[in-house]
């Protein structure tokens, strides 16, 4: 079963606008990371969040994370048409040694 | 550093025929992970090695499939036999030390099994 789940599976905006991305997992962690993937290519690693921070910010991307409510969101500012890609959060369930990781959010973003 | 390096980068094959993706690690890197990406089940770890050593083969979907890492920098992934439900991109990541901390990804090996 999937520990992150994202939300929305498909977000469509305009360059220049903000996009946000949501993710919910179930038992507690220790970290929780988010991850893009351009159409064909690998994930790369956005930014690492761990459970005792709340907020975190990486350039134009913004993390926050909720331990109470089991969530996090990622934040892109000003939008870009580079920013066009999936993105993934990743969990790891305290006492498990590995990362899971959610369906993703497919990012689209109109010129 | 080139980064981790997998090939081949796409693999045609027909059912029954033996697979092998191939997968080289930063170096330096210690942890090892095989992910399988398919539009229905999304990404999942099918193996983990940690210096060299299998940690968690429990998401490797049956026998057919076995995983092993010879040395500290190379590892691969074989099917034997093959059949069309193995298709998806396969994915290898490495990381210094932790099984939880940063992945680094490699372009993936996509897999077509007819």
């Known amino acids: 079963s999937q520990q992150g789940e994202e939300d929305p599976q498909a977000l469509s905006i305009q360059e220049g606008e903000n996009a946000t991305m949501n993710c919910s997992y179930k038992?507690?962690?220790?970290?929780l990371q988010w991850y893009r993937q351009n159409s064909g290519r690998g994930l790369v690693h956005l930014i690492l969040i761990r459970s005792n921070e709340r907020e975190k910010h990486s350039g134009r991307l913004r993390v926050t994370l909720d331990t109470s409510k089991k969530s996090s969101s990622l934040l892109i500012t000003a939008s870009r048409a580079a920013d066009t890609a999936s993105y993934f959060c990743?969990?790891?369930?305290?006492?498990?040694?590995?990362?899971?990781f959610g369906q993703g959010t497919r990012l689209t973003i109109n010129p | 550093d080139a980064g981790v390096i997998q090939s081949p980068r796409h693999e045609v094959t027909e059912m029954g025929q033996e697979v092998t993706l191939r997968c080289k690690l930063i170096s330096g890197h210690n942890s090892l992970f095989w992910y399988r990406q398919t539009m229905m089940r999304g990404l999942e770890l099918l193996i983990y090695?940690?210096?060299?050593?299998?940690?968690?083969d429990s998401g490797m979907p049956e026998d057919r499939f076995s995983a092993k890492m010879p040395n500290a920098s190379f590892s691969t992934l074989k099917i034997q036999p093959s059949e069309p439900r193995d298709s998806a991109v396969y994915f290898c990541?490495?990381?210094?030390?932790?099984?939880?901390?940063?992945?680094?990804f490699g372009e993936g090996s996509r897999l077509t099994v007819l």
């Open positions: 090695f940690n210096n060299n050593v299998p940690i968690d």
């Open positions: 038992t507690s962690i220790n970290n």
């Open positions: 990743a969990t790891d369930a305290s006492g498990a040694q590995k990362l899971v």
């Open positions: 990541a490495s990381s210094f030390s932790s099984a939880t901390g940063e992945l680094f």
